[in-house]
């Protein structure tokens, strides 16, 4: 915006230096010289002359505005990406050590459960480290990846933990940011009581282009420490597609996620 003002003082400064010279020059009568009309025509051309200046002046300075806009924008998103990707590798760290706690458990009473643990526990790594790099993917992949995830913890929990996904073969084919539905179960687990008389009923569910992960709530007598990560990845995913970001609704007896399914 200085540079702007000073151009334009300057080439008014220019103009007006030139035309008091050149009114203080008494030219001959004998060429038809017209006074007055030769002053409008300069004062004109002046005037004409300032405004595509100023005009092709504020058109410079808007395109750099808008360049620097826009440069503003990518640094923001770039560095809500590196944000992004330190939150995905803050999944729980107890995650797998319960997880081989369990599988040494399984290999001494059931081995051929611990191999199907195994399998599945293989899956859900690979799963992780090889979308964890992705802001979006399938909705049917990851649901495979939640079918892989919750065989681990059934196998902990038993009927501890009861799990309903709705069938919507209308919605597989949209995209949704990976690890969403596998961190709002992880909460749910995590956040609450639960035991085989009194389970944690886990839903997924779809309304329109949204899909509802729903948990009744029984909050922990002693509450474990929480670092909202995993909100905190779901709406970073969110902000960084530029889309609708999720709707909570924690009402007093069901926790409530709701994630916008995506075309692309």
């Given amino acids: ?17 030139l035309a008091v010279v050149f ?28 405004l595509i200046t100023t005009g092709l ?6 395109f750099k505005w808008n360049e620097s806009k826009l440069e503003a ?21 107890h995650f797998l050590f ?59 929990y038993g009927s501890s ?15 949704i940011p990976p690890l969403t539905l596998q961190l709002l179960i992880e909460n749910a687990i995590k956040h609450n009581s639960f035991s085989s008389t009194m389970p944690l009923i886990i839903s997924i569910s779809y309304e329109d282009q949204w899909i509802i992960i729903q948990n009744n709530k029984s909050a922990k007598f002693t509450k474990e420490p929480s670092e909202g990560i995993g909100l905190a990845h779901i709406y970073h995913s969110y902000k960084i597609i530029g889309n609708t970001p999720p709707v909570v609704n924690d009402l007093d007896t069901i926790f409530e996620v709701r994630i916008p399914l995506l075309n692309n």
């Fill in 98 to 156: 319960n997880n081989l706690s369990t599988l040494t458990s399984l290999i001494e009473e059931n081995q051929t459960t611990a191999v199907l643990y195994v399998t599945n526990l293989s899956a859900v790594y690979r799963y992780v480290l090889s979308n964890r790099n992705k802001n979006l993917v399938v909705l049917k992949t990851e649901l495979d990846f939640i079918t892989e995830y919750l065989f681990l913890y059934q196998i902990r």
């Fill in 57 to 62: 002046t504020a058109e410079q300075l808007f």
């Fill in 161 to 175: 933990i009861a799990i309903h996904i709705e069938e919507n073969n209308s919605n597989l084919s949209k995209f």
């Fill in 1 to 17: 915006m200085s540079r702007f003002i000073f151009q334009l003082l300057l080439h008014i400064v220019i103009v007006s230096i």
């Fill in 73 to 93: 924008i990518e640094n923001k998103k770039q560095a809500l990406q590196s944000e992004l990707n330190a939150l995905k590798l803050q999944l729980d760290p």
């Fill in 23 to 50: 009114f203080n020059i008494d030219l001959p009568q004998k060429y038809g010289y017209d006074d007055l009309l030769l002053r409008r025509v300069l004062i004109i051309g002046s005037i004409f002359s300032i």
